[in-house]
């Protein structure tokens, strides 16, 4: 049953059809790993956080500088040095009190990612590199968690949820590029604002996943070119010989 404080916190969110009390009681015994606490992790752990998520992981090895702070709006210049996820974790506490932080100092790798992962309901990818977003699907897959995809680069966005059975980024993106095919953020730039919208939308999806309602981004990518604020949401296929979701799996 919830709390006074909780009833009244959540009001606006409970009227929403479909969610109620018992959408309330589902969101606080949830689980939801936030992987990277920048930018795109930033938004969305801020609106997972208000939302009543019961329990939030936190994953970055990480320390704030300054050329984040443009685009990662949980981290302030006081923050300047420390670990992305205490600094994460202090706003997200003073948001709201009444839920849990679970901070993971580390980079999620091969080696830790099959500990890190199976203790959430839903991850959200807010990662920068390739390295990370294959790792990231290939565990997801291989353990049956649904996750959101994110990424931004310059004025561009896309994002896309992957629930088991649906199309998951290797059915996209088989492989990684090569070293130096693709420019970095602190090669080609991104759009702080940018950032933030991705994230809210992954935001959103979690929600919904939890929830059980509205229609996810599933086996559809949205993109989004901030430069001309167009939007597109494409139709995405699983690949019955995916590496990752295929017949050869993982």
């Known amino acids: 049953m919830l709390s006074k404080d909780q009833f009244i916190r959540y009001s606006r969110q409970m009227i929403l059809p479909g969610i109620g009390e018992a959408g309330q009681q589902k969101l606080l015994s949830a689980r939801v790993l936030v992987v990277g606490a920048g930018g795109l992790g930033s938004s969305a752990l801020y609106y997972l956080a208000a939302a009543g998520i019961g329990t939030l992981g936190i994953a970055d090895g990480d320390r704030v500088s300054l050329t984040n702070l443009h685009r990662q709006i949980l981290h302030f210049t006081d923050d300047l040095d420390k670990p992305k996820t205490n600094s994460a974790a202090e706003k ?3 948001l709201n009190p009444g839920i849990r932080i ?3 100092d580390i980079r999620i790798e091969a080696s830790n990612v099959d500990r890190v992962i199976p203790g959430y309901d839903f991850i959200v990818d807010g990662t920068d590199n390739f390295d990370s977003k294959f790792l ?9 968690k649904a996750f959101s995809h994110g990424g931004i680069l310059g004025f561009q966005g896309q994002t ?6 649906s199309a998951c980024y290797r059915c996209v993106f088989r492989e990684p590029p090569s070293p130096g095919a693709c420019p970095s953020c ?3 730039g ?3 604002p940018l950032a933030g919208l991705i994230g809210t939308v992954q935001a959103a999806e979690s929600i919904k996943f939890l929830l059980g309602s509205g229609k996810l981004l599933r086996n559809r990518l949205l993109t989004v070119d901030a430069s001309d604020m167009e939007f597109r949401t494409i139709d995405i296929r699983r690949n019955p010989l995916c590496p990752a ?3 050869a799996g993982v």
Do not use: S
Not at 136 to 144: E, G, R
Not at 160 to 165: A, E, H, I, L, Q
């Open 190 to 192: 991104v759009l702080g």
């Open 136 to 144: 990231i699907n290939d565990a997801c897959v291989k353990l049956k």
């Open 160 to 165: 896309f949820t992957y629930v088991p059975g």
């Open 186 to 188: 602190a090669e080609a």
């Open 92 to 94: 997200l506490m003073r």
């Open 102 to 104: 679970v901070t993971h």
């Open 245 to 247: 979701c295929g017949k």
